[in-house]
């Protein structure tokens, strides 16, 4: 529990924007799909009061929420069922009609583009900001696919089954809902499993939309271990989509290694910023001070920053006040009721448990021998007086996290960077790769002929120069190196030719798989 000092204003909930509020307004949106008690799950075009409904909270405040209605394996089998035949019927629809339909429930998706957002500051902890940002780009992307996709369909049809999609928590509209419409213009149909730790209200709502205007998506709950013998391993599913961790990921593609399905998995990488030969120190700062967005819990999150020695004085002094800087508190507290919400870079991690997972990292770091060079505190956040604050955490950097510590090769999806000091390329280059693979990397470096060398040796799918990489929209490829991702890339072209098939039964499409890896401009 937090109380505010007296240079602080107090702070209460801005009127409208409570849970009860939130979810009052997806009971009359979405009737069909939310009761007053509990969410339903949706498949073969029914939604179905089914499932026992998860004891969950909100880490905004600790505070109940309405949980997923958790379903168990025969019935996950009867949605994957369900499916097949929506998928039968489907991709039989013309192009025009899929457009059609896709852009009615984009607009109605725009019609609700604030509860969308406000259901993600609840489930998620996204601060409004980029709760809407989430949702915009979801919107806008799909947008961007209806106007250009009779290109990437040329010579293709749909696949042989619905496309099965399991992803994070983190971005339920951006990446899980927009892959899904992107699923559906090429003529499939999808199912998804809601991500059990938060987003659930908001998929409900958002598929809820979409159905109304005929597509055939479903949408249901369980835990994954549970289910996975359906979801990723059915014979009706034509193709397996994955977000999440190492760990997940690698029992996910040991279960789809004899089924011969198509698959693309997203999975961590320790993402690393490197410094060699750099003195634009003010551009740096600003790229470090966006980093911190919804508190590093991004799959294209930079927390590893690997310096030359000569410059790391520079480096701090450029880091720290970067970091001290950082905002971070309750989405929804203003300090009167009619103050725009405010503008924080993140609110809490997504569970009070990954709190304590993170503290408790940062601990055996320190205790091996890392060197807390900032460690910030809950007591800096803006918080309503007396709240829940169990599932916040302060920025942290760390200094040299020893070989030993989970910190020191894994990601900490959360506000904790780790800075490694190096004295040669080499060492930069060692250092970088620690992962044995990732997504996204940078170099800040003033010699652009240096650094596209050495970025040439970054095991990284995109690297920056003097610039983050992010996951990218519409056209842009996506994808990982080594143990960061499995299956087709996607983006564009990519992600509709990932979800299609063409004449050529010996196709190759761009991705990591176990007989070849492909890769294509990034």
């Given at each position: 529990?937090?109380?505010?000092?007296?240079?602080?204003?107090?702070?209460?909930?801005?009127?409208?924007?409570?849970?009860?509020?939130?979810?009052?307004?997806?009971?009359?949106?979405?009737?069909?799909?939310?009761?007053?008690?509990?969410?339903?799950?949706?498949?073969?075009?029914?939604?179905?009061?089914?499932?026992?409904?998860?004891?969950?909270?909100?880490?905004?405040?600790?505070?109940?929420?309405?949980?997923?209605?958790?379903?168990?394996?025969?019935?996950?089998?009867?949605?994957?069922?369900?499916?097949?035949?929506?998928?039968?019927?489907?991709?039989?629809?013309?192009?025009?009609?899929?457009?059609?339909?896709?852009?009615?429930?984009?607009?109605?998706?725009?019609?609700?583009?604030?509860?969308?957002?406000?259901?993600?500051?609840?489930?998620?902890?996204?601060?409004?900001?980029?709760?809407?940002?989430?949702?915009?780009?979801?919107?806008?992307?799909?947008?961007?696919?209806?106007?250009?996709?009779?290109?990437?369909?040329?010579?293709?049809?749909?696949?042989?089954?619905?496309?099965?999609?399991?992803?994070?928590?983190?971005?339920?509209?951006?990446?899980?809902?927009?892959?899904?419409?992107?699923?559906?213009?090429?003529?499939?149909?999808?199912?998804?499993?809601?991500?059990?730790?938060?987003?659930?209200?908001?998929?409900?709502?958002?598929?809820?939309?979409?159905?109304?205007?005929?597509?055939?998506?479903?949408?249901?709950?369980?835990?994954?271990?549970?289910?996975?013998?359906?979801?990723?391993?059915?014979?009706?599913?034509?193709?397996?989509?994955?977000?999440?961790?190492?760990?997940?990921?690698?029992?996910?593609?040991?279960?789809?290694?004899?089924?011969?399905?198509?698959?693309?998995?997203?999975?961590?990488?320790?993402?690393?910023?490197?410094?060699?030969?750099?003195?634009?120190?003010d551009l740096l700062a600003a790229h470090l001070k966006k980093g911190f967005e919804y508190g590093k819990q991004r799959c294209t999150a930079y927390p590893r920053y690997v310096v030359q020695r000569q410059l790391f004085d520079q480096f701090?002094?450029?880091?720290?006040?970067?970091?001290?800087?950082?905002?971070?508190?309750?989405?929804?507290?203003?300090?009167?009721?009619?103050?725009?919400?405010?503008?924080?870079?993140?609110?809490?991690?997504?569970?009070?448990?990954?709190?304590?997972?993170?503290?408790?990292?940062?601990?055996?770091?320190?205790?091996?021998?890392?060197?807390?060079?900032?460690?910030?505190?809950?007591?800096?956040?803006?918080?309503?007086?007396?709240?829940?604050?169990?599932?916040?955490?302060?920025?942290?950097?760390?200094?040299?996290?020893?070989?030993?510590?989970?910190?020191?090769?894994?990601?900490?999806?959360?506000?904790?960077?780790?800075?490694?000091?190096?004295?040669?390329?080499?060492?930069?280059?060692?250092?970088?790769?620690?992962?044995?693979?990732?997504?996204?990397?940078?170099?800040?470096?003033?010699?652009?002929?240096?650094?596209?060398?050495?970025?040439?040796?970054?095991?990284?799918?995109?690297?920056?120069?003097?610039?983050?990489?992010?996951?990218?929209?519409?056209?842009?490829?996506?994808?990982?190196?080594?143990?960061?991702?499995?299956?087709?890339?996607?983006?564009?072209?990519?992600?509709?030719?990932?979800?299609?098939?063409?004449?050529?039964?010996?196709?190759?499409?761009?991705?990591?798989?176990?007989?070849?890896?492909?890769?294509?401009?990034?």
């Amino acid at each position: 529990m937090v109380t505010p000092s007296p240079s602080k204003p107090r702070l209460s909930l801005k009127p409208g924007t409570a849970w009860s509020d939130a979810y009052a307004r997806c009971t009359r949106a979405a009737p069909e799909a939310f009761a007053d008690d509990r969410l339903h799950n949706l498949w073969g075009g029914q939604w179905r009061r089914t499932g026992e409904p998860l004891s969950s909270v909100t880490p905004v405040d600790g505070s109940p929420i309405t949980g997923p209605p958790m379903i168990e394996p025969d019935e996950a089998r009867e949605a994957i069922r369900a499916t097949l035949d929506d998928h039968k019927r489907w991709r039989d629809v013309p192009l025009a009609e899929r457009k059609m339909r896709v852009r009615a429930a984009l607009d109605a998706m725009d019609d609700n583009r604030d509860l969308l957002a406000l259901l993600l500051v609840w489930e998620i902890g996204k601060p409004w900001r980029l709760a809407r940002t989430d949702v915009d780009r979801a919107i806008d992307g799909v947008r961007w696919y209806i106007e250009e996709i009779g290109p990437m369909l040329a010579g293709r049809g749909p696949l042989p089954g619905p496309v099965s999609n399991i992803a994070s928590w983190n971005y339920p509209m951006s990446v899980l809902m927009h892959a899904m419409l992107v699923q559906v213009l090429a003529g499939n149909a999808a199912i998804a499993k809601t991500p059990t730790d938060g987003g659930a209200a908001c998929l409900t709502l958002a598929c809820a939309l979409a159905r109304r205007e005929g597509l055939p998506v479903a949408l249901v709950s369980g835990s994954g271990s549970r289910l996975s013998g359906a979801l990723v391993r059915a014979p009706e599913i034509g193709c397996l989509a994955f977000v999440g961790g190492r760990s997940t990921g690698g029992q996910v593609a040991a279960a789809l290694v004899d089924t011969g399905k198509r698959h693309f998995l997203e999975q961590e990488g320790l993402n690393a910023w490197g410094i060699w030969e750099f003195s634009q120190w003010d551009l740096l700062a600003a790229h470090l001070k966006k980093g911190f967005e919804y508190g590093k819990q991004r799959c294209t999150a930079y927390p590893r920053y690997v310096v030359q020695r000569q410059l790391f004085d520079q480096f701090l002094a450029a880091y720290l006040p970067v970091v001290s800087s950082v905002r971070f508190g309750h989405p929804l507290a203003v300090a009167h009721d009619d103050d725009a919400l405010p503008e924080l870079d993140y609110g809490p991690v997504i569970t009070a448990e990954k709190a304590v997972e993170l503290a408790g990292k940062i601990n055996e770091a320190i205790a091996k021998g890392g060197v807390p060079l900032y460690r910030g505190s809950v007591a800096d956040g803006a918080f309503v007086p007396g709240q829940d604050t169990t599932a916040y955490v302060p920025p942290v950097a760390l200094l040299a996290p020893p070989p030993s510590c989970a910190l020191h090769h894994a990601e900490p999806f959360g506000p904790v960077d780790t800075i490694v000091v190096v004295d040669s390329e080499a060492e930069l280059l060692a250092a970088m790769n620690a992962s044995n693979g990732a997504l996204v990397a940078s170099l800040a470096c003033d010699d652009e002929v240096l650094a596209r060398r050495l970025s040439s040796e970054i095991h990284a799918f995109k690297v920056g120069i003097n610039k983050p990489r992010s996951r990218g929209d519409r056209a842009e490829p996506f994808g990982g190196r080594g143990a960061s991702w499995k299956g087709a890339f996607v983006g564009g072209d990519h992600l509709v030719h990932a979800v299609t098939v063409g004449t050529d039964p010996q196709e190759r499409l761009y991705g990591n798989f176990p007989s070849y890896s492909l890769y294509p401009e990034a």
